[in-house]
């Protein structure tokens, strides 16, 4: 038997993976990992079949479709006001989190520290010690997950290398207002400190909050990477699709990294998505489809034992149940599974230190009668 040492000791299977994987054993309900159990809008299925049938399926251009980096570009300007050039500022991903892995690669070596606001989505920490750069959390706690910037100031040392953002936020829901980003831009300013900007969730956010995408504001734009994700826009995360956008230079070698791993993107899927795309309206009424789930699900939640935690974005809920059990989170999460039949994800997952403040994320991204169904479970608790 041939063995390797381990470079991520410690480091299991993604609790994504765990946990729809026991919900499909016990026949749960799934509300834990992120995808909708609805399907995408018909013409987007045409539109690639189209692409397929007149013969797109060779390699893309390394860089992706420019049709598409084109409409990226003009979506961008339009609804953030930033220029990005298609030709060396936009790469077509396979998925937010390969677009993650590879700006990190690009940039991140041994001894870089790399600050993250924890809970944090489960790739960045195992991603960053892979490259031999040293994760700087930064814990915040519920209900609000508020950022002190004075706590973020003392984890900034000559070794910091970059921020990694996340707005909406992964579990928590929480977005950045102005005068965070206020702060951060005074926290940045002369220095070269780099930002990777996860905004996979930038057309899903409620009661008429404004996203504030880094690339709004020239001074977070010239030093960030913006990752954005297909999958998300257009409710097809099986598909593996997104995107990064970085000043020339930073996409340079991003592309570096890119080409050698990944090549390019399936084709017919970039020119499909690229003919949908063109109409805005594909994308715009976004917000509100999901603000109707996100109400449907906290109507019925706030009928069961546990509390709800604010939701300002995203297409998770948090709630907490320390009022009723001090079970840690990963064991409540199984017993709902396995006597209730429904999942969800322990928020203790997304701590380095695996924190537990008695919290559970649920996905709502779900149709009407499968929240209406796990919730009639849940109200069994
Ligand atoms: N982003 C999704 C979530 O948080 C999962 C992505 C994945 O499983 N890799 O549930």
């Not at 970059?162 to 929480?174: A, C, E, H, T, V």
């Not at 001074?219 to 257009?234: D, P, T």
Request: net charge negative; glycine share 6%; aromatic share 10%.
């Amino acid at each position: 038997m041939i063995s390797i040492q381990s470079k991520l000791p410690g480091v299991g299977t993604t609790v994504f993976t765990t946990m729809s994987k026991l919900a499909g054993q016990h026949n749960a309900i799934n509300l834990s990992q992120g995808f909708p159990d609805f399907d995408c809008d018909p013409a987007l299925i045409e539109a690639v079949s189209e692409a397929m049938r007149s013969g797109m399926n060779q390699y893309a251009p390394m860089t992706g479709l420019p049709v598409l980096r084109e409409l990226i570009a003009e979506k961008t300007k339009n609804l953030y006001g930033a220029s990005y050039n298609p030709e060396t500022e936009i790469t077509v991903t396979a998925g937010g989190t390969q677009a993650i892995f590879t700006a990190l690669s690009a940039c991140i070596s041994a001894g870089d520290e790399v600050i993250i606001f924890e809970p944090a989505y489960d790739a960045y920490a195992p991603a960053v010690r892979l490259l031999g750069g040293l994760v700087k959390p930064y814990e915040l706690a519920p209900p609000n997950y508020e950022i002190d910037w004075d706590m973020v100031k003392k984890l900034f040392s000559a070794n910091t290398r970059m921020i990694i953002l996340n707005s909406p936020q992964n579990p928590s829901g929480k977005m950045l207002s102005e005068a965070d980003i206020q702060e951060l831009i005074k926290l940045t300013r002369n220095t070269d400190v780099l930002i990777l900007s996860d905004e996979v969730y930038e057309h899903i956010v409620f009661d008429g909050n404004v996203h504030e995408s880094v690339c709004r504001h020239p001074e977070l734009q010239e030093r960030s990477f913006v990752i954005a994700s297909f999958g998300k826009l257009l409710h097809t995360t099986g598909w593996k699709m997104g995107y990064c956008l970085a000043p020339a230079g930073l996409t340079k070698e991003f592309r570096k990294v890119h080409q050698f791993n990944v090549f390019s993107v399936n084709t017919p899927m970039q020119a499909g998505v690229a003919k949908y795309l063109a109409n805005p309206e594909s994308y715009l009424g976004l917000s509100a489809f999901f603000q109707e789930k996100r109400d449907l699900f906290r109507r019925l939640m706030s009928e069961t034992k546990f509390k709800l935690l604010p939701c300002e974005g995203s297409y998770f809920q948090c709630v907490s149940y320390r009022h009723f059990s001090e079970e840690k989170d990963t064991e409540i999460a199984e017993r709902l599974i396995t006597d209730f039949g429904v999942a969800s994800i322990p928020v203790s997952a997304f701590y380095t230190k695996r924190t537990d403040h008695g919290i559970l994320r649920f996905c709502f991204a779900k149709r009407q009668d499968t929240l209406e169904k796990a919730v009639e479970r849940l109200m069994k608790l």
